[in-house]
C-alpha cells in the first residue's frame, strides 16, 4: 500500500483505489471544527463524492456488516501529549514533531489519534501527579502529521480545569482542527465527528473510560456544564451510537480505556465493547494503558483494538511503553475488510518505523496479544 513505512503483515488483503479525502461537514458541536486534508475550513461542504444511486438508497444503518462501497483506509494511533522531549521536538518545529511516522498517517484517507494533554497556558493544574498542557502549535503538529480529528476524552483533557478546557476549545477552533470527546455541554462531547470520504458518510465518537475518582463529577460533560464524554455514562454513549448509526455507512468509537501497563483487556473494556457494537459501532478502539493490547474481529464482525499504546510519548528505552505503532484498517460501510499493524518503536519522544528483523518480531508481538481477547485474526 502506498505510504507504508516498515514491515507490516497484511491479515486479509484487498485493493484499494487512489484518491483524496472528501470534505467533512462541519459538527453541530462547539467541540469539533471542520477541516480536511484539502484545506477547507468551518462552514466547508459535505463530501460531494457519493453517488446519486447511494444517497438515495439512505444509510446502511442497522444492517449486517458486508462491504458496501468504496473501501476507505483508516490509521489509529495512540496517546499523544507534548511534555518531555515530545515537548521539546514541538517547540523546534511543530511541523516535524509527530515524527517519521507521519508518513504512515498521511497515506490514509482518515487518520485519528488520541491527544492527551490540555492545549492552554493558563489554569490550575489539578491535584494529580502528573498534569499535561501544550501550546496551540501541537494542533499544528498534529495536522503536519496527516491526523484529521483527535479526541480529548482521556484523564488529561482536563488537567487545568475549566479554563483549560474552554482554552482547548478555543485553539481548535482557531486552529480548525476537529476534536470530539470534549465540549461545553454533554450534548457537545458526544457529538461525533463527521466526514464523508469516497462516498462513505464516516462518524468518529470520543468517550472515556477512565477517570479519576475524585476528579470524575468536575470532569463529566452534562446539560449546559463544560467536560469531557464519559464512557461511564454508558447509556449516553450507547445513545450517540445510535443516533451515528441513523445517518452513517460507518461508525466509529475510539476510547480511552484499559488498566496501565496491563496489556490484556479488562472486565470494563470487555463489558462495554458488545454494548457498543450491539448498538451499531463498526469499529471501537482506544488507549490508555501505555503499553500495546492486541486487536482482531469480534464475533459480532466488529473490529476492536483494546490498546494502541503510547505514540507521542516521553517513554524512552526497549520496554513495552515504548512499543508503537500505526493499526491500519480497510473499510467498506460496516465491513471491515483488513487491518494490518505498522509497528514502531518511541525514541526521543516520537514513534519511528522498525524494518527488517526487529519489525517481523514487533508484528508478531502484536498478533501474540490477541490470544487474551477473544478476538479473531480474520473476519467472521
Keep these: 500500500m502506498a505510504g507504508l513505512v516498515g514491515m507490516v503483515l497484511v491479515l486479509t488483503a484487498c485493493s484499494l483505489p487512489d484518491g483524496d479525502k472528501d470534505t467533512p461537514s462541519p459538527s453541530a458541536s462547539a467541540s469539533a471544527t471542520v477541516g480536511s486534508r484539502s484545506g477547507s475550513g468551518p462552514g466547508g461542504s459535505a463530501g460531494s463524492s457519493a453517488s446519486p444511486s447511494r444517497a ?8 449486517p ?6 473501501p ?15 515537548g521539546q521536538r514541538l517547540a523546534a518545529d511543530p511541523s516535524t514533531a509527530v515524527g517519521p511516522m507521519s508518513s504512515t498517517l498521511s497515506a490514509a484517507d482518515l487518520a485519528i489519534a488520541n491527544l492527551e494533554t490540555a492545549i492552554t497556558d493558563r489554569g490550575t493544574p489539578a491535584p494529580k501527579e502528573f498534569t499535561f498542557r501544550a501550546p496551540a502549535t501541537a494542533f499544528d503538529a498534529v495536522r503536519s502529521a496527516g491526523l484529521d480529528v483527535v479526541t480529548m476524552a482521556n484523564n488529561h483533557g482536563m488537567d487545568y480545569g475549566e479554563v483549560g478546557l474552554r482554552d482547548s476549545l478555543a485553539a481548535a477552533s ?9 465540549g461545553l455541554d454533554d450534548t457537545g462531547a458526544f457529538t461525533p465527528y463527521r466526514t464523508t470520504i469516497k462516498g462513505q458518510r464516516i462518524a468518529v465518537i470520543g468517550a472515556t473510560q477512565v477517570l479519576d475518582d475524585e476528579l470524575a463529577a468536575a470532569w463529566t460533560a452534562g446539560p449546559g456544564k ?3 464524554a464519559s464512557a461511564k455514562q454508558v447509556d449516553k454513549l ?15 468509537v475510539f476510547l480511552h480505556w484499559g488498566v496501565e501497563q496491563q496489556q490484556c483487556p479488562a472486565t470494563p473494556q470487555r463489558t462495554l465493547e458488545p454494548l457498543l457494537t450491539a448498538a451499531g459501532a463498526d469499529i471501537v478502539v482506544g488507549s490508555h494503558a501505555h503499553v500495546l493490547l492486541g486487536g482482531g474481529w469480534a464475533s459480532d464482525g466488529a473490529y476492536v ?8 510519548f516521553y517513554a524512552s528505552g526497549s520496554g513495552h ?28 519522544g516520537a514513534p519511528r518505523p522498525l524494518t527488517g528483523a526487529a519489525a517481523t518480531q514487533a508484528v508478531a508481538s502484536w498478533n501474540a496479544l490477541r490470544s487474551c481477547t477473544g478476538l479473531s485474526a480474520t473476519p467472521p
Excluded: C, K, M
Design 56 to 63: 438515495a438508497s439512505g444509510p446502511v444503518g442497522d444492517g
Design 65 to 70: 456488516r458486508r462491504a458496501t462501497g468504496q
Design 72 to 86: 476507505v483506509t483508516i490509521a489509529f494511533g495512540g496517546d499523544i501529549h507534548f511534555a518531555g522531549s515530545p
Design 174 to 182: 482557531a486552529a480548525h482542527f476537529p476534536v470530539i470527546g470534549i
Design 226 to 228: 463544560p467536560g469531557l
Design 238 to 252: 450507547v445513545t450517540a451510537v445510535r443516533a451515528a448509526r441513523s445517518t452513517a455507512d460507518t461508525v466509529i
Design 305 to 312: 483494538d483494546y490498546g494502541l499504546g503510547n505514540f507521542v
Design 321 to 348: 511503553n515504548t512499543e508503537s505503532g500505526v493499526l491500519r484498517l480497510t473499510v467498506a460501510g460496516r465491513a471491515v475488510t483488513g487491518a494490518d499493524w505498522v509497528p514502531a518503536r518511541i525514541s526521543g
